[in-house]
């Protein structure tokens, strides 16, 4: 059973503020990650990290920056939203197994007016 | 780099089979899923399958892969309305970072 969570689950903000977008695994796993997902359903690795204080840019370049200082912590944040950040936002993780499952939260819907 | 295509709708009657197909480009892909996604929510693993493998089967779901074509399909058997949801195939080899994924197929089964 996954036990990754994703907070808030909707936020919807004014341009210009800053956000923080928080997702926390149980499960002890090094790697994790976080995709872009567009309104035509593809997704998009904006940011990922191999472990404490490891972290990378994805295939999508963006504007969000993350942190990773706790293993089970790895939280995203926009310095100032923009109506082009609004998106889904999903966060994963994956464990040291070699078929590298990616488990998933549910997800932050994003929504800057 | 890297390319998964998926076909981007598929309707099926309640009872009916589904095949949802996949084609990819990276020949050294190592593991190929299959993700659900419904509405509003994050991606579920449903299946997966090692790049050996031709074939595996988990109750309403089998998987085929084809390595020579780099087609991998998505069989569910007896679809039921709850089915419906957005697919995802995606894939991954040792060396890469992160999955690559398709850009999904929806899902529509009618009562």
């Known amino acids: 059973e996954a036990d990754i969570y994703q907070t808030p689950r909707y936020l919807v903000i004014g341009t210009g503020k800053k956000i923080t977008l928080e997702c926390s695994q149980t499960m002890g796993h090094d790697k994790m990650y976080w995709y872009q997902q567009d309104p035509g359903m593809e997704l998009h690795l904006i940011h990922y990290s191999y472990g404490v204080n490891s972290t990378e840019k994805g295939d999508l370049s963006s504007e969000s920056t993350v942190s990773r200082i706790r293993t089970e912590h790895f939280p995203l944040t926009l310095e100032s939203a923009r109506p082009s950040h609004t998106s889904q936002y999903l966060c994963a993780s994956s464990g040291k197994a070699n078929n590298e499952k990616l488990f998933f939260g549910s997800g932050t819907q994003l929504s800057v007016l | 780099g890297e390319d998964v295509e998926q076909s981007l709708f598929l309707s099926v009657r309640e009872g009916d089979s589904s095949v949802i197909n996949c084609t990819y480009t990276?020949?050294?892909?190592?593991?190929l899923y299959w993700y659900k996604q419904e509405p509003g929510a994050g991606l579920q693993l449903l299946t997966y399958i090692f790049s050996n493998m031709d074939m595996k089967q988990d109750q309403r779901l089998t998987v085929l892969l084809n390595k020579k074509d780099k087609h991998l399909s998505l069989r569910i058997a007896d679809t039921q309305t709850g089915d419906s949801a957005i697919y995802f195939c995606?894939?991954?080899?040792?060396?890469?970072?992160?999955?690559?994924f398709g850009s999904g197929t929806r899902l529509q089964v009618q009562p």
């Open positions: 990276d020949s050294s892909s190592t593991y």
């Open positions: 995606a894939e991954s080899d040792t060396g890469r970072r992160a999955l690559t």
